[in-house]
């Protein structure tokens, strides 16, 4: 049931802190400061390169995978859209793992990719949220995301849940190539363990992004734009927005603006600008500005500091509470979750059964 939820997507949404903790809980060994997967029949320290495959959001949370697989465990990762990788001659060599990723395990364009790659002699290994489901069954190592049954077409825990997954095989990959020594593991663990608590913190800006969803909900277009692993979450946000409120909306990566899609600035367009403070902050606050110096009106989810740094001519900010960039992934999908949620409710849309969209994709 959706319990005093008005919708099944805000329930889920709700449910984050929950669930990722007990998707954590069964990937972290706490007292030992160490992450724990099931053991493959493979020799995961022998893998010499990751496939990804994925879906919609799945694919998003692959993508911001690649980051963390390619900075831990120094293994070089292809990543494809599902219904693209089959017909691109995909070259797969022994010592290769393929990962699909999906919420329903029976996604037809990734089942088939993954039927593809297992022909071709890749090892699989399935994040998925239904341990049951085909792709579940099929797979070499099963990995699943407990984040329960997710009802609201638009997925939300799933993608939080199937990240805390890919963290801890991440670091799990690095440990089994020799490159994680114990204290770089056990600081691993210990951010992934403030996840929870971050998600929390970042639910507690709920109704303040209610407030400003009638500044997103009468635009045509809207763009997203994030660098490292917020660029991924730029292409999330995006594909929340355009399927639950019909609003056209693009996430480009921060810097590739420049090339092309600026030309879409005026001051009909509201940017969404994920930027928490860290390394990567300053870059994507001068491609900030350069979308306000066109007029353009900006709505900017960061931190306390990177707000107060950059905050000032925004048409709105959105305060997040500081984490580790390890997490920042999952805590900042909140709030992007969360516009979508609020902007379709304010259009009247039917957020739980968006037209045209089924919750599970079983035809290719
Ligand atoms: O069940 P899967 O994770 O394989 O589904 C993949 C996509 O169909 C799914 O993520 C879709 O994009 C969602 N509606 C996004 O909210």
Redesign the pocket.
């Known amino acids: 049931s959706k319990g005093n939820h008005r919708h099944y997507m805000l329930k889920e949404i709700y449910e984050q802190p929950i669930v990722v903790a007990q998707t954590l809980r069964s990937y972290l060994k706490r007292m030992e400061d160490q992450v724990t997967l099931p053991i493959p029949d493979f020799d995961l320290g022998a893998i010499k390169r990751v496939t990804i495959v994925?879906?919609?959001?799945?694919?998003y949370a692959g993508m911001v995978a690649k980051y963390w697989f390619e900075q831990f465990a120094r293994v070089p990762v292809d990543l494809d859209v599902a219904s693209e990788f089959r017909y691109r001659a995909p070259v797969m060599e022994p010592g290769g793992l393929m990962i699909v990723?999906?919420?329903?395990?029976?996604?037809a364009d990734?089942l088939a990719a993954l039927r593809h790659a297992k022909a071709e002699g890749q090892k699989i290994a399935a994040v998925v949220?239904v341990p049951t489901s085909s792709m579940a069954r099929e797979a070499d190592l099963l990995l699943p995301s407990h984040a329960g049954p997710e009802i609201g077409?638009?997925?939300?825990k799933?993608?939080t849940c199937q990240l805390a997954v890919l963290a801890a095989l991440a670091a799990n990959l690095a440990r089994a190539k020799g490159l994680l020594t114990p204290a770089q593991e056990k600081e691993i663990v210990r951010h992934l363990a403030e996840a929870p608590a971050a998600l929390n913190g970042a639910l507690a800006y709920d109704e303040k992004i209610a407030e400003m969803a009638h500044l997103i909900a009468s635009a045509r277009d809207v763009l997203y734009l994030g660098r490292g692993t917020d660029y991924p979450l730029a292409l999330e946000g995006a594909?929340?927005l355009k399927?639950i409120s019909y609003i056209h909306a693009e996430g480009y990566a921060a810097g590739e603006m420049k090339h092309g899609p600026i030309a879409l600035i005026d001051d009909q367009v509201p940017v969404i600008v994920i930027a928490p403070s860290g390394p990567l902050f300053e870059k994507t606050v001068s491609n900030m500005q350069e979308v306000q110096a066109r007029g353009g009106k900006v709505v900017l989810i960061s931190d306390y500091d990177g707000i107060q740094a950059a905050g000032e001519g925004c048409m709105a900010t959105i305060t997040m509470p500081k984490v580790h960039p390890l997490i920042a992934p999952l805590v900042y999908a909140v709030p992007v979750q969360l516009l979508a949620y609020h902007v379709a409710v304010a259009k009247g849309t039917d957020v739980d059964q968006p037209r045209n969209?089924a919750?599970?994709?079983t035809v290719e």
Not at 54 to 59: L, R
Not at 101 to 107: A, D, K, W
Not at 153 to 156: C, E, G, L
């Open positions: 994925a879906c919609g959001t799945s694919f990723i999906s919420q329903s395990g029976e996604t990734t949220n077409v638009a997925s939300t799933a993608f594909l929340k399927e969209l919750k599970s994709v």
